[in-house]
């Protein structure tokens, strides 16, 4: 028996009908690291190594624990000798997520069913590879082929956006790809960063800045610009929840001090921080944008390999727990001072799911839905999205949750949708076969169109994105 089948993940009759129910919803994906040139230069990729190892630290960092020289994971040996050395691994990926997600992979954009331990590893890199040639696995189709609406890429507040902007213009390409807000950078300031912060905005807005207010006009230039752009969200990420309290007057004087070269008290830094996103939640407001919220990894932890390979390589670790009472002062400083726009918060820690959840619930009304995220990145298990979606609806409407996200610079990875969709249905079904949710086939499948891509464009509000009957 293969192990991706139709009854993959779904163990009774009820859980059976209702994916088969929602299996055809198409994808809002609005959060991914997709590269928009990529979709807009539509190239065949040329080896299976280059699409499916290139950017992924999740496999990097399996392929280290299983003691592989970092050569075949970023370094320079040959693409077939990269995809031997991961395709070996796999097998023993079981229980760990990459186990099941390779396999969809592989199923559903390549036709190989097969155990990869019982297929020859060259025959299979030349298979991958000639499909790959194909019209069908250029990157605008394999967005097709995944059933994909919308892609809300993430990109720095200075970046023109003109691969947006063209594929905006290509009328043969009805897939929405959105650019995303993410001004990390710029918010998470200090003295060895303000100078180029300052930097790339002035090229970008070709404005001279010279002081704070210069710096906090600028920023709101550039959101205008990525409204204009299409863009409906703004994301950003920290370690630790910052904070408020810090006054206009101490502001401007923190932020000469930071040009000036002085090093802040990290405690300072967070308020600078939250005075900054404070601002930046304003114009978020204003547009009508939802504001995402990635809360608490560590990131970048091995020093060594920073250097030696850069970020992004897979040496993130999940944070300690958040804390509530900070979350909830800010969520409460927005409120107050009426700049509290739609909030999603993914946080890292999954301890942290109930409190932010329950967090959310003080502060979302009819004016700001404020809600906890998708299981993200180290919670983006079978396990954990089961956790996850009993916290969510414990303390909240499951049938509100926004549902699933890619969070990838892989284009296969939309089978990841698939696999929250199964676990979700799973989930539900059982609950039904048990007799603690009523058999109302109909309602539920409302509902879960709903998680899977309504609610999503209901929240974000692009225009001419129809939902889903």
């Known amino acids: 028996m293969v192990l991706i089948n139709n009854d993959f993940l779904l163990t009774n009759q009820k859980s059976k009908q209702l994916y088969d129910s929602i299996k055809e919803v198409p994808i809002y994906d609005f959060h991914c690291h997709l590269s928009p040139k990529e979709i807009y230069e539509n190239k065949n990729f040329e080896t299976i190594t280059q699409l499916w190892l290139r950017h992924d630290h999740y496999k990097w960092r399996l392929m280290r624990v299983n003691g592989i020289d970092e050569s075949l994971i970023t370094g320079n040996a040959n693409d077939f000798d990269k995809f031997k050395a991961f395709i070996e691994m796999l097998p023993k990926t079981i229980m760990n997520p990459m186990y099941h997600w390779c396999y969809i992979e592989l199923a559903r954009y390549f036709d190989h069913y097969k155990a990869v331990q019982h297929t020859e590893t ?11 040639q194909k019209e069908s696995h250029k990157p605008r189709n394999l967005l097709k082929k995944s059933n994909v609406k919308v892609v809300c890429t993430t990109d720095d507040p200075c970046d023109d956006l003109v691969y947006h902007q063209r594929l905006a213009e290509d009328t043969s390409f009805d897939i929405e790809i959105r650019p995303t807000f993410r001004p990390d950078y710029y918010i998470n300031l200090n003295h060895d960063t303000i100078h180029q912060a300052i930097h790339r905005l002035e090229e970008a807005t070709a404005a ?9 006009e600028a920023l709101g230039e550039r959101v205008r610009y990525f409204h204009q752009h299409g863009a409906r969200s703004a994301d950003q990420s920290f370690s630790e929840v910052v904070l408020t309290g810090l006054e206009k007057e101490d502001v401007q004087a923190y932020f000469q001090q930071l040009k000036d070269g002085a090093s802040l008290d990290p405690y300072i830094l967070r308020q600078l921080s939250g005075y900054l996103l404070t601002t930046l939640a304003k114009s978020y407001k204003h547009y009508g944008w939802v504001m995402q919220l990635h809360l608490g990894p560590l990131r970048n932890n091995n020093s060594i390999q920073h250097q030696a390979i850069g970020k992004d390589a897979g040496f993130d670790s999940i944070g300690d727990p958040l804390s509530a009472r900070d ?14 726009p ?5 946080p890292h820690n999954a301890n942290d799911h109930l409190m932010v959840q329950a967090t959310a619930g003080n502060f979302t009304s009819k004016e700001a839905k404020v809600q906890l995220g998708a299981a993200w990145w180290y919670n983006d298990t079978k396990d954990g999205m089961i956790q996850h979606l009993i916290d969510y609806a414990n303390v909240g409407l499951l049938s509100e949750f926004v549902g699933m ?21 799973q989930l539900v079904g059982d ?3 048990k007799g603690e949710i009523e058999d109302d086939v109909e309602l539920l499948t409302d509902i879960l169109k709903d998680i899977c891509f309504n609610n999503a464009t209901r929240l974000f509000r692009i225009e001419n994105m129809k939902e889903v009957k």
């Open 208 to 216: 001279d800045i010279h002081s704070f207010d210069d710096y906090i």
């Open 405 to 425: 996200l890619t969070d990838s610079r892989s284009l296969l990875s939309y089978s990841r949708h698939e696999y929250f969709r199964r676990i979700l249905c």
């Open 122 to 132: 060259l025959q299979l890199y030349n298979d991958l590879n000639a499909q790959l």
């Open 327 to 340: 979350l909830n002062l800010f969520l409460d400083h927005l409120n107050s001072h009426h700049v509290l």
């Open 431 to 433: 609950l039904v076969e």
């Open 342 to 346: 739609d909030t999603i918060i993914y």
